[in-house]
């Protein structure tokens, strides 16, 4: 199957040719640099566990999502951590894209249901591997401690099968539901994203999000790990 050029070129966002990025990449993979499956392993670990998920990093201008940038900050949320992930398959050949999913969160915290008005998070985002002739989905966003306390299995990734969200945590409750996917990209849309929440949150909403980043001088506005895990309702017992 060809490969399209783009997706082992860097881009503005995906600066995969960053020196902090490259170092960072032939870093983790170590030994593995010859065996695409086992480099984009040890890539997909580093970006699950080094780089701690959180919902409330900057969104909203490209620069929020600069691999470099998020590698320097060790933050960040779906998109922000995939879009890392797919600079750095890229900065070791690795063909990389980024898939994007609507899915219904049924464990986010009370805060953040409360912040996007309702458990569906439009454009969730995840990498694609090209390995083994396929693209493998890996989505590096939560990292273990954050499933320990969410009481979900961290997500694990072979290199050969899909690492997708589980429809259950390790209590049999409802923990996420994919809705719709949405088209690959060779680099993040930001535009289409923005427009999309605006669609789905309402703009009101969305600008008032930007406002209190903006406020927290570009850091993160809230602190998610003080907030509430939300088991939901009884009724999503499995």
Same mark, same amino acid.
């Given at each position: 199957?060809?490969?399209?050029?783009?997706?082992?070129?860097?881009?503005a966002?995906?600066?995969?040719?960053?020196?902090?990025?490259?170092?960072?990449?032939?870093?983790?993979?170590?030994?593995?640099?010859?065996?695409?499956?086992?480099?984009?392993?040890?890539?997909?670990?580093a970006?699950?566990?080094?780089?701690w998920?959180?919902?409330?990093?900057?969104?909203y201008?490209?620069?929020?999502?600069?691999?470099?940038?998020?590698?320097?900050?060790?933050?960040?949320?779906?998109?922000?951590?995939?879009?890392?992930?797919?600079?750095?398959?890229?900065?070791?050949?690795?063909?990389?894209?980024?898939?994007?999913a609507?899915?219904?969160?049924?464990?986010?915290?009370?805060?953040?249901?409360?912040?996007?008005?309702?458990?569906?998070?439009?454009?969730?985002?995840?990498?694609e591997?090209?390995l083994?002739? &396929?693209?493998?989905?890996?989505?590096?966003?939560?990292?273990? &401690?954050?499933? *320990?306390?969410?009481?979900?299995?961290?997500?694990?990734?072979?290199?050969?099968?899909d690492?997708?969200?589980?429809?259950?945590?390790l209590?049999?409750?409802?923990?996420?539901?994919?809705? *719709?996917?949405?088209?690959?990209?060779?680099?993040?849309?930001?535009?289409?994203?923005?427009?999309?929440?605006?669609?789905?949150?309402?703009?009101?909403?969305?600008?008032?999000?930007?406002?209190?980043?903006?406020?927290?001088?570009?850091?993160?506005?809230?602190?998610?790990?003080?907030?509430?895990?939300?088991?939901?309702?009884?009724?999503? &017992?499995?």
């Amino acid at each position: 199957m060809p490969i399209a050029p783009e997706y082992l070129q860097p881009t503005a966002i995906l600066d995969s040719d960053h020196p902090e990025v490259r170092r960072y990449a032939l870093e983790t993979v170590g030994t593995a640099r010859e065996d695409a499956t086992l480099a984009a392993v040890r890539l997909f670990y580093a970006v699950r566990d080094d780089i701690w998920y959180d919902p409330y990093y900057p969104f909203y201008r490209p620069e929020h999502y600069r691999a470099s940038a998020v590698l320097r900050s060790r933050r960040g949320y779906c998109i922000s951590k995939a879009g890392l992930l797919c600079a750095l398959g890229r900065a070791c050949r690795i063909p990389s894209r980024l898939g994007f999913a609507d899915v219904r969160n049924h464990l986010a915290t009370r805060e953040l249901i409360e912040r996007m008005g309702g458990d569906v998070f439009v454009y969730h985002g995840f990498t694609e591997f090209f390995l083994g002739g &396929k693209w493998v989905k890996a989505t590096p966003t939560f990292n273990q &401690k954050l499933c *320990r306390k969410h009481r979900v299995a961290p997500l694990e990734f072979d290199g050969r099968t899909d690492a997708v969200f589980q429809p259950f945590n390790l209590e049999a409750a409802q923990y996420m539901t994919y809705v *719709r996917y949405h088209a690959p990209q060779a680099d993040i849309p930001l535009e289409t994203i923005l427009a999309a929440w605006r669609a789905a949150y309402g703009a009101e909403r969305v600008n008032s999000w930007i406002a209190a980043s903006e406020a927290a001088g570009g850091r993160s506005a809230h602190d998610f790990n003080r907030e509430t895990v939300w088991q939901g309702s009884e009724k999503n &017992k499995g």
